[in-house]
């Protein structure tokens, strides 16, 4: 009885037509490592859930304080990704995910060691650098080494980082959170727990930092710098078609020997931005304006507002952290078989039934002896299933297929820049809705916030319809 090698088994799994043009193992190897930027974007993002409260009393800080706490890492987000695109053109994709890997671990550290709200802010700001800057370096590199007939579910390895990233943060902090009693209690050391929270961080960005050394850098990069010689070494590596015709396709789209740059998101003659890009930006905007990160910044906040306790809302986390992520999967099994726009149009549709359906919950729940909104056991279940139907909707869909076109829809001359600005336009739509929450939270309350994301979740159908055009099985040179 024979057995088959790891590559072969590999393959099976991700079975398709064109299965001996590359190495199917081996690009997948590269590509978990990039995607481990994911994770840490993820991660990051996720771990503010659990200290929202922990922080206000810890910096003494107003409700308008504490949303910059949680928000202001979204600024330095989007001035990481707004760099991170023109900087990975000029120096390369690989050396900036390393300068990436060690801000995410200064961060970290700093974050946990913050006696002051200014402080923490500082570190947050400088720790979004870093996420920003993998929200477009990771997509852009597994895009730029993937083959066509796989990209997108290797694409999808991003979001699946990502929401790992998240369902690790809510259980670390579940877990720290009920071995010290609460986010604010003295931990290892009589250390505050909300502390040790951020540091957990600090096992990842290691982990990151020294994957990443062992990753290639993007062949099409190597051809934009004309470093023809070791793009081919690349490709040798990562494909089984001939190197000298994949790197005259490259040259073909980079359209001359100029090298890539920020003017090259402008048409020519008439000095507007092409617009693929501004489709680039309407996607990073509505994939924030449906208040999924409401639900992953603030969920603790928000079922402690809907009438559970802290226990209860952080293990709610968790359950939603797994929701994220298996349907995650169901992205990955689909994405390459039935496309990105019906996916978009599936989630679309689903997350406004169950916005609406939330909007009406809340709206129509009444309030306990301090004010604070209270749903009957009933209302509580079928909320919580509603907003794990809306994760389930957003993580099939909106989620992984955002980054999975980014990474491709662009063509190779301005991926880099284009991916940076559309990016950075999602962290300042995600900084206007995280900021935003807390403030509709006290003034129309849970029912005017989720119907305005419904209302979002509607426009984005006929988003979609219009100007989303399908890029499955598409190569890079051909976008």
């Keep these: 009885m024979s057995s088959s090698s790891p590559s072969e088994a590999f393959n099976k799994a991700f079975p398709d037509d064109h299965q001996q043009e590359y190495s199917t193992l081996y690009v997948f190897f590269i590509s978990v490592v990039a995607a481990i930027g994911g994770f840490l974007f993820g991660f990051d993002s996720g771990v503010i859930n659990g200290t929202v409260s922990a922080l206000g009393k810890a910096f003494n800080a107003s409700d308008i304080s504490t949303g910059f706490n949680v928000a202001s890492v979204l600024l330095g987000c989007a001035l990481g990704a707004l760099a991170a695109g023109p900087l990975a053109d000029r120096y390369g994709r690989r050396i900036i995910m390393i300068i990436t890997a060690l801000i995410f671990a200064t961060s970290a550290w700093g974050s946990g060691i913050a006696e002051t709200s200014a402080e923490f802010i500082f570190y947050r700001l400088f720790g979004g650098l870093g996420i920003g800057a993998a ?101 040798k590596r990562i494909s089984m078609r001939d190197t000298q015709a994949q790197i005259a396709d490259v040259q073909q789209s980079l359209h001359g020997d100029k090298k890539p740059s920020i003017a090259d998101l402008f048409i020519e003659k008439t000095g507007k931005i092409h617009p693929i890009v501004w489709v680039g930006i309407a996607l990073s905007v509505f994939q924030q304006f449906v208040g999924i990160n409401v639900v992953f910044y603030y ?49 679309s549709v689903g997350m406004f039934v169950c ?70 336009a999602q962290w300042i739509a995600n900084f206007a809705i995280t900021m935003s929450f807390p403030i509709m939270l006290g003034s129309i309350g849970l029912s005017g916030a989720y119907g305005f994301y419904a209302i979002s979740a509607l426009i984005s159908v006929f988003f979609i319809i219009r100007f989303v055009k399908e890029t499955r099985g598409k190569r890079l040179e051909e976008m």
């Design 355 to 424: 916005l609406s359906s939330l909007t009406f919950i809340f709206g129509n729940a009444g309030f306990d002896e301090l004010g604070k909104l209270a749903l009957t056991e009933t209302m509580g279940t079928v909320a919580l299933v509603m907003a794990n139907l809306f994760v389930v909707f957003f993580g099939l869909s909106w989620g992984p297929i955002v980054w999975v076109l980014l990474g491709e829809m662009f063509n190779n001359r301005i991926r880099g820049a284009a991916l940076a600005v559309a990016a950075s």
């Design 299 to 347: 969920g603790a906040e928000l079922w402690q507002a809907a009438g559970f306790d802290e226990s209860q809302s952080l293990l709610i986390n968790v359950m939603t952290g797994i929701t994220n992520i298996l349907s995650t999967f169901i992205a990955i099994a689909l994405v390459d078989k039935v496309g990105r726009k019906p996916l978009l149009l599936v989630g």
């Design 135 to 235: 929200s477009v370096l990771a997509p852009a590199y597994i895009a730029e080494v993937s083959p066509a007939a796989l990209r997108g579910r290797f694409a999808t390895l991003q979001q699946l980082a990502i929401v790992l990233g998240l369902f690790a943060a809510f259980l670390s902090n579940y877990m720290i959170a009920s071995n010290a009693g609460s986010a604010e209690a003295l931990f290892l050391f009589d250390i505050p727990a909300w502390r040790w929270m951020f540091w957990v961080e600090l096992i990842p960005s290691t982990l990151f930092f020294i994957g990443v050394l062992f990753i290639p850098e993007s062949p099409r990069y190597l051809v934009a710098q004309g470093m023809t010689d070791k793009a081919a070494q690349v490709f």
